[in-house]
């Protein structure tokens, strides 16, 4: 079975300093992995995804994510926090190896940054 | 090109009462998906549909049903409603199953 872990539920970080939200995957074959931002009252918006080829995938928003087999994570960075970034942010992963799977979402990590 | 509409968008019902909630994907896209969103629970899958067949479905009750239309219009059904049904349910579409999703504003249910 396929899982995601965010293991922070919540990033605080001051505008302008880098910020990373974690992610860590679990599949049996090789990963779609996806990162979403909600605001509140909203629903999800698509930051960036990874399915093959470069490892350091970029996305919207100034938003970047490293995929890492070894690790098996895909960690959610940005150089330097805006305030208007606070937001809950999910992680997701579908296995390809398997046509039928879905897509599993982490448990989601609030960002908080501050001026 | 519009995004994903999802109506209503806030609903209030009785314990025991059915409801229907309604998702137009963006043209063009023929998989739908639909989650249950609660701050105890996070986002729980509860269906996918590709070209009106369901392809995939979570750890629900038989309770929680949906369907997609041939223009690849959604609808969720839940009956027999229960005070643990109260949520955000999410609806998303994508152009095919492994494409990101991109999901519509929800329906706030709120069941009394």
């Known amino acids: 079975a396929q899982s995601v872990a965010q293991p922070e539920d919540q990033v605080n970080v001051a505008e302008g300093n880098p910020l990373t939200v974690k992610c860590t995957y679990s599949?049996?074959?090789?990963?779609?992995l996806f990162w979403y931002v909600q605001y509140p009252n909203r629903g999800l918006q698509f930051l960036l995804k990874?399915?093959?080829?470069?490892?350091l995938v970029k996305g919207s928003y100034g938003f970047e994510a490293e995929f890492n087999k070894s690790q098996t994570s895909f960690h959610l960075k940005k150089p330097s926090a805006l305030v208007s970034d606070s937001a809950l942010y999910f992680c997701?992963?579908?296995?390809?190896?398997?046509?039928?799977?879905?897509?599993?979402f982490g448990t989601g990590t609030r960002l908080q940054v501050t001026l | 090109k519009a995004g994903v509409t999802q109506t209503p968008r806030y609903l209030i019902k009785t314990r025991g009462q059915q409801v229907t909630l309604s998702c137009s994907p963006i043209?063009?896209?023929?998989?739908v998906s639909w989650y249950q969103q609660t701050p105890g629970q996070g986002l729980q899958f509860l269906f996918e549909?590709?070209?009106?067949?369901?392809?995939n479905k979570g750890n629900f009750p038989g309770r929680f049903s949906g369907r997609q239309f041939s223009n690849s219009r959604s609808e969720m059904n839940v009956s027999t409603l229960e005070l643990g049904d109260s949520a955000l349910y999410l609806c998303a579409s994508s152009l095919q199953e492994i494409h990101e999703q991109y999901f519509g504003p929800g329906t706030r249910l709120t069941v009394t």
């Open positions: 043209s063009g896209h023929r998989s």
């Open positions: 990874y399915i093959t080829g470069d490892n």
């Open positions: 997701a992963v579908r296995d390809i190896a398997g046509t039928a799977s879905k897509l599993t």
């Open positions: 599949v049996s074959g090789n990963p779609y």
């Open positions: 549909y590709f070209s009106e067949t369901q392809r």
